[in-house]
């Protein structure tokens, strides 16, 4: 108790600041985690209009648009714009905001940390933009052409943009540690008296896994990219063969991070559906702790298979059998998450909000990208998908409704909270079936473009492959618009709306759902007292 | 509701387009080419087993979902069972869940597994064809090392190629059928990767490392593949062309080639001093292939990565601060190391290039002086 009167005092010598102050100063859970959601839509805007003219330049063969290093500049930038800019923030935001409300918090444990973590990121983002940009003013070198990847020796020949990007992955790094760290404090130390750590809401579990992850593979690409930056001016060969180095050492460092990545990517959104369906079946998670298990488990193997980015790069036989093996595990622990969410739909009493659509369309397209991803894992098999455009269909059937569209659904679903006001009920339904089915027509067409021959990352290709990469450049530019329409829906619903009831949805269970909406300045001041029906 | 159906519709056209009409796959261009190796046989087999599995689970979750979707609807009435997670079933479900999955799982794991083995690893103890493949920006050379044969593959313009724009090389790899074939992977500056889905493998080429991977044509052919690990600016520019003659066909066309090499080498050991207009016309040719890529044909290049050879003070500068750049490389650049080509041919390219567009060196470098320059 005297813990939480030591920051409820606090939290009164800040009351109300205003202006900028409020939100370069904030130290408020609310404030920041709106903060990190803005700029994850900002991101978001910029990745999207990337795709988009890695698109346009699809759409037929030939190079009309862009120039080849423009194009994989363009590749590289997509990415990084979108999994450290738009979805890691977006999590870190909605974390922000709910994991204090759901565990009868006051704040975060370390919020001075929690505003430093925010505010590294915008240094971050200009510093990945201007890697993109420094190499078009005079004496800016060559374009970054590696994918985000960062693959020595290409990585090396690369001009100085390259040390931009190498310094944005370190702030970017550090933003996401200190996230984690605040994270598991907050929900190691700050739960309502009576919350034991099997009563604490799903999305909290995924987030303390996810932080888990983060602080245990973010500083070994933080240590690949260091190497890197030695490589190319200190005179060291860690990655050059002929100094005695090893190129694909850099593969090792960063795959390691690179799919642990993947499930931190996954988590949090798996977490928003844990609470989106129960909400709209009206009835409780099924198997709370084997999906808490089931996350454990895909944290824990999801560390040690990844060379499975890696293949064709001549491992033995015995280490190529051992990753096949580990990876196909995984199948698992997924399943059984799949499985709980069916299983949590079925002989509830459905209603399909725009939140539910989402968490549906989810589940539906995730289990195919998850089968794919089996098919991946197969050695002789992806010895033929590996690096094709069937590896980039698949990669976006997992990371678009595992991650994007689970943090889509969780906007929609704690909007009315946030903001107090009701969305636009019809709208969210338009925008979403115009995004799901822009997403279908774009990613489908290129399982068979990949196994037809083409490879991934290239911006020309031969006659053979126009039709399908027409039909996908079309259901790009009709996904990618289809994000004003999501911008327009949120801009209407902060400004104004049908007030929203604290409960906002009639089956939401919850301690986030028993302040007003939207929650004043400061919540949880006094720790509610935990019920056994509120948990679960 | 309407776009669940045609996801599964368009499934079910894809399960029954792969499964039963053969013959329509390879107009449509929706899965891999036909095998032309036993190895690529065994790898479209475990490919397709894979994907029945995965389409037959899909079909099945789907299945349930749409059950669901339509029957436990508040709209129709449906009252939520609030219990049903605290049924045997939801009880015990955390077993017998991830025990049905393991079992799929070992299904496929073990038949991978077996195609891994027999795919994987070169025959040992037997006498295969060594085909070293070394990836450059942005072309091919092939070794064939038991031939003493050495074949430069680079794409063609589009002007000449056609519809097999990026599908079509200068020079082939031609490769017998019915013979045990090793391929040793090594790249001479960034990643590349040796993809002809036909013949089933894609290996990296990595600077410092050889890997191998081997394959046993069974029928004549023309197989089309590309580089698949990107390697720069021209990354699309890179296609792999297999040309599969039999055996005694083979023989012939490294009789021919041993031949040309011959003269060449001939050629080039000949002491005599060659005109300005001999060395511009076979520069110009050489400059055309081997250079044009990077520093283009118009001696342009393509600033920053790739600097213009037109005006350059390199170029214009001194022969042996030319001869050098050419000969050596410039390390941490795409400016590789020609020293490998012969003398009259690095005579020839500088001659060239010191001579035309607007450079105007004026002087011509002979055979001799490249040796010299060594």
């Known amino acids: 108790m005297s813990y939480t009167n030591a920051l409820h005092d606090e939290a009164h010598h800040h009351d109300n600041p205003t202006g900028w102050r409020r939100w370069l100063f904030s130290t408020n859970h609310k404030d920041i985690g709106t903060l990190y959601l803005l700029f994850a839509l900002t991101m978001l805007f910029m990745g999207g209009a990337s795709a988009m003219l890695i698109r346009a330049e699809l759409f037929q063969p030939g190079i009309q648009l862009l120039d080849p290093d423009l194009y994989n500049n363009l590749v590289t930038n997509h990415a990084l714009l979108m999994i450290f800019g738009a979805v890691m923030p977006a999590a870190a935001g909605l974390a922000n905001w709910m994991i204090p409300l759901m565990i009868g918090a006051p704040d975060m444990a370390l919020p001075r940390m929690n505003n430093l973590s925010f505010w590294i990121l915008p240094a971050a983002g200009t510093m990945l933009i201007l890697s993109f940009v420094v190499p078009f003013f005079p004496g800016g070198g060559s374009q970054i052409n590696t994918g985000w990847t960062l693959y020595p020796p290409l990585s090396v020949q690369v001009g100085m943009s390259m040390d931009f990007l190498i310094f944005a992955i370190h702030l970017l790094g550090i933003s996401s540690v200190l996230a984690s760290i605040n994270i598991i404090v907050t929900l190691l130390n700050m739960r309502a008296p009576g919350m034991t750590l099997m009563q604490m809401p799903i999305f909290c579990w995924t987030w303390l896994v996810t932080a888990f992850l983060l602080i245990l593979v973010v500083p070994v690409l933080a240590g690949g990219v260091t190497m890197l930056l030695f490589d190319r001016h200190f005179g060291t060969s860690f990655f050059d063969a002929a100094g005695g180095g090893d190129p694909v050492l850099f593969q090792h460092l960063f795959w390691f991070f690179g799919h642990p990545e993947v499930y931190v990517l996954l988590l949090p959104s798996i977490g928003v559906l844990s609470h989106i369906i129960p909400t709209f079946a009206r009835k409780p998670l099924f198997g709370y702790k084997s999906m808490v298990g089931a996350m454990i488990a895909v944290g824990t193997i999801g560390m040690v298979v990844w060379a499975h980015h890696q293949y064709t790069i001549g491992m033995s036989l015995g280490a190529v059998s051992y990753f096949m093996i580990g990876t196909i595990i995984i199948s698992i622990p997924v399943g059984l998450m799949i499985f709980n969410f069916i299983a949590t739909m079925w002989r509830g009493a459905m209603t399909f909000e725009t939140p539910m659509l989402f968490a549906v369309a989810i589940i539906l397209m995730f289990t195919f990208g998850g089968l794919s991803g089996v098919m991946l894992a197969v050695v002789p098999a992806d010895m033929q998908y590996h690096d094709s455009m069937f590896v980039v269909a698949h990669f976006h059937y997992v990371l678009m409704p595992g991650a994007v569209f689970g943090l889509f659904a969780g906007v929609f679903y704690w909007l009315p909270k946030w903001t107090g006001h009701m969305y636009d009920e019809r709208l969210g339904k338009i925008f979403f079936w115009i995004n799901v089915t822009g997403f279908n027509l774009t990613f489908f067409p290129q399982h068979f473009l990949g196994l037809a021959g083409m490879p991934r990352r290239i911006i020309d290709y031969n006659v053979m492959f126009t039709e399908f990469n027409a039909i996908s450049s079309v259901g790009a530019m009709i996904f990618g618009f289809s994000h004003l329409l999501l911008l327009y829906i949120i801009i209407k619903t902060i400004r104004g709306g049908e007030p929203a009831t604290n409960r906002v949805w009639e089956g939401a269970k919850g301690l986030e759902w028993e302040v007003a909406s939207p929650p004043p300045f400061h919540t949880w001041e006094t720790p509610p007292l935990i019920r056994q029906e509120q948990t679960s | ?374």
């Open chain 2, 1 to 374: 509701m309407c776009r669940r159906f045609t996801t599964v519709s368009r499934l079910l056209l894809l399960t029954a387009g792969l499964a039963g009409f053969q013959s329509t796959q390879a107009e449509y261009g929706i899965n891999f080419p036909p095998p032309a190796a036993d190895v690529a046989q065994e790898i479209y087999d475990i490919h397709m087993l894979t994907m029945r599995i995965a389409t037959f689970l899909l079909l099945v979750v789907f299945s349930f979902i749409i059950y669901s979707l339509y029957f436990h609807r508040k709209s129709r009435g449906y009252q939520a069972d609030q219990n049903f997670h605290n049924t045997w079933f939801g009880n015990w479900s955390w077993v017998i869940v991830p025990a049905l999955v393991l079992g799929v799982d070992l299904t496929i794991a073990s038949n991978a597994d077996t195609v891994l083995k027999k795919v994987w690893d070169v025959p040992k103890d037997e006498k295969l064809m060594d085909v070293k493949v070394t990836g450059h920006q942005w072309w091919w050379e092939f070794d064939y090392l038991d031939h003493g044969i050495k074949v430069e593959s680079r794409y063609i313009p589009e002007e000449k190629a056609g519809d097999l724009y990026l599908r079509e090389v200068d020079n082939r790899l031609v490769l017998p059928t019915d013979t045990k074939i090793r391929f040793l992977h090594t790249s001479a500056d960034v990643l590349h990767a040796f993809w002809v889905p036909e013949l089933a493998f894609k290996k990296d080429a990595i600077p410092g490392y050889v890997t191998e991977t081997w394959s046993e044509i069974n029928r004549e052919g023309v197989f089309r593949g590309q580089c698949a690990e990107l390697c720069g600016t021209w990354h699309s520019r890179m296609p792999l062309v297999v040309e599969s003659v039999s055996p005694e066909k083979f023989q012939e066309w490294v009789n021919e080639q041993q031949a040309i090499k011959v003269a060449t080498a001939a050629e080039a050991a000949s002491t005599k001093t060659w005109s300005k207009n001999e060395l511009m016309t076979k520069g110009k040719a050489l400059y055309e292939t081997k250079c044009a890529a990077c520093h283009q044909v118009t001696g342009l290049g393509l600033p920053p990565a790739f600097p213009p050879l037109n005006g350059s003070p390199i170029v214009n500068g001194p022969v042996e601060g030319h001869l050098n750049m050419v000969i050596n490389g410039k390390p941490g650049t795409a400016m590789q190391a020609w020293g490998s080509l012969n003398d009259l041919e690095i005579a020839a390219i500088v001659t060239y290039e010191r001579n035309t567009w607007d450079n105007k060196a004026g002087d011509t470098v002979q055979p001799t002086d490249v040796a010299l320059a060594r």
